[in-house]
């Protein structure tokens, strides 16, 4: 007999996901969101707002009596919403919950909203297949998402570990087996180049190395 599809997600993966999902203000809906993909016997989490991405995988067992594959995908505010005053030291996942009669609906830790109608997009076609360990440029806000990322995730910000891979993916790497990042770097181009010289020109400046010569007083000798 097949159960009610009510599984469990982990709060410190749906946390970080968040953190990876678009903003209203990049226009994209369907990636305001975080998506949740069963298949078999456990439940992919993944968000990206198309710079960076976020994958984490959580075994839900064999007996759990649910044998239909889904993917669902929730509204990022209604997630945040759902984890607001979420206390980890009493439980460490959220119930989701769509067993009413209308499928579309979700309840996520008590709060009800539908979920998004969109197909979202396939990830795995950006997961590299090989690092190259060519150096890359990111833009420094997805810095910060870094190590707010290890703090949703409970790790030592020197466990996490960019593998560089030039104009490609860079997989972020968080000392865990069941969760990476991606992060889309900078690509150098003119406009890049620009802002370059002309930061180059202004420490130059500040740094003295252009214009007169800077004039040390000489050292001389202090009489015997």
């Known amino acids: ?75 990022a505010t209604e997630v945040k919403r759902a984890l607001t005053g979420f206390n980890k030291n009493f439980a460490s996942a959220l119930a989701l919950d769509f067993s009413g009669p209308d499928s579309r609906k979700i309840i996520l830790n008590g709060f009800q909203f539908e979920e998004v109608e969109c197909t979202y997009p396939d990830t795995t076609r950006v997961v590299p297949e090989k690092i190259s360990d060519e150096i890359a440029h990111f833009d420094t806000k997805y810095l910060d998402v870094l190590q707010k990322s290890c703090k949703a995730l409970d790790v030592a910000t020197n466990n996490a570990k960019i593998h560089h891979n030039g104009n490609n993916p860079a997989l972020i790497s968080f000392g865990l087996d069941n969760c990476f990042a991606l992060f889309m770097p900078v690509r150098p181009g003119a406009s890049h180049n620009k802002t370059h010289d002309k930061v180059l020109s202004e420490v130059r400046d500040l740094a003295g190395c252009t214009g007169p010569a800077l004039q040390y007083p000489n050292k001389t000798k202090s009489a015997a």
């Open 1 to 75: 007999m097949t159960k009610k599809p009510v599984f469990e997600l982990n709060t410190s993966f749906l946390k970080t996901a968040l953190l990876y999902a678009a903003d209203k203000k990049q226009g994209r809906y369907y990636l305001e969101s975080v998506a949740i993909f069963k298949r078999n016997d456990h439940i992919r989490i993944v968000a990206t707002n198309g710079h960076i991405l976020f994958c984490a995988l959580q075994s839900i067992g064999v007996d759990h009596g649910y044998d239909q594959d889904f993917d669902k995908v929730l509204p």
